[in-house]
C-alpha cells in the first residue's frame, strides 16, 4: 500500500529531516519525494510505501498532522487510492 504526504508552510530548517525521521520511525519508505520552495512557501509531496508500516496508517496520519501543527505546517496524509479518487477527472 501507497500513501501521500504532503507539506505546506513557511519555509524553515528541517522540515524534510522531520518528516522523513517521522517515517523512518515507523518503517514508512519514501519511494519519491518533490519539493518547492514558492517565495517563502515550502510544498513537498511524497510518495511512500506504507506496506511494512508498524502503527495502522490512521495513527501515522495523525502523528504527521501533529507534527505540522508542532512545526507550524500543514502536513496531510492519506492512503493513495483515496488521493487518486480526488484527483481523477
Do not use: P, W, Y
Not at 11 to 24: N, P, R
Not at 45 to 72: H, P, R, Y
Amino acid at each position: 500500500m501507497r500513501a501521500i504526504l504532503t507539506v505546506v508552510g513557511h519555509d524553515t530548517v528541517g522540515i524534510l529531516a522531520k518528516v522523513s525521521a517521522l517515517c523512518a520511525q515507523h518503517n514508512v519508505n519514501i519511494i519519491e519525494v518533490t519539493q518547492s520552495i514558492l517565495q517563502d512557501m515550502f510544498c513537498m509531496i511524497m510518495l511512500a510505501d506504507v506496506s511494512q508500516c508498524n502503527v495502522a496508517f490512521t495513527t501515522l496520519a495523525d502523528e504527521a498532522k501533529a507534527l505540522g501543527e508542532e512545526m507550524n505546517l500543514s502536513i496531510n496524509a492519506m492512503h493513495e487510492d483515496i488521493f487518486n479518487s480526488m484527483h481523477r477527472i
